[in-house]
Nanobody, 121 residues
Framework: QVQLVESGGGLVQPGGSLRLSCAAS????????MAWYRQAPGKQRELVAT???????NYADSVKGRFTISRDNAKNTVYLQMNSLNPEDTAVYYC???????????????WGQGTQVTVSS
């Protein structure tokens, strides 16, 4: 099996920072693109940032200059450093990865369980 496990969410004041982590585990052969999505209450899930296996990144306009996505391929982990947080960043954040792996080897998207980020004073 393949799993993505997120950590690092919580409650932070406006202007504060948080760092999310997402580790892939299980029978892994290759991890391609990795990404972070978020879903606020009553809204659709939206893409926050992506990173390729080679390290190229893209960001939603709403987080450019404040969030940084990175990955450690040796640890099969992707990170999201979030700075200058504001209440509009409040959401459940989900990790996503395109992985070749599994007991029966396939290439597919996997999702983490989500981690809550709340920005409030």
């Amino acid at each position: 099996q393949v799993q993505l496990v997120e950590s690092g969410g919580g409650l932070v004041q406006p202007g504060g920072s948080l760092r999310l982590s997402c580790a892939a585990s299980g029978r892994l052969y290759s991890i391609k693109d990795m990404a972070w999505y978020r879903q606020a209450p009553g809204k659709q899930r939206e893409l926050v940032a992506t990173i390729t296996s080679g390290g190229s990144t893209n960001y939603a306009d709403s987080v450019k200059g404040r969030f940084t996505i990175s990955r450690d391929n040796a640890k099969n982990t992707v990170y999201l450093q979030m700075n200058s947080l504001n209440p509009e960043d409040t959401a459940v954040y989900y990790c996503n990865a395109e992985i070749i792996g599994g007991v029966v080897v396939t290439r597919r998207d996997y999702w983490g369980q989500g981690t809550q980020v709340t920005v409030s004073s």
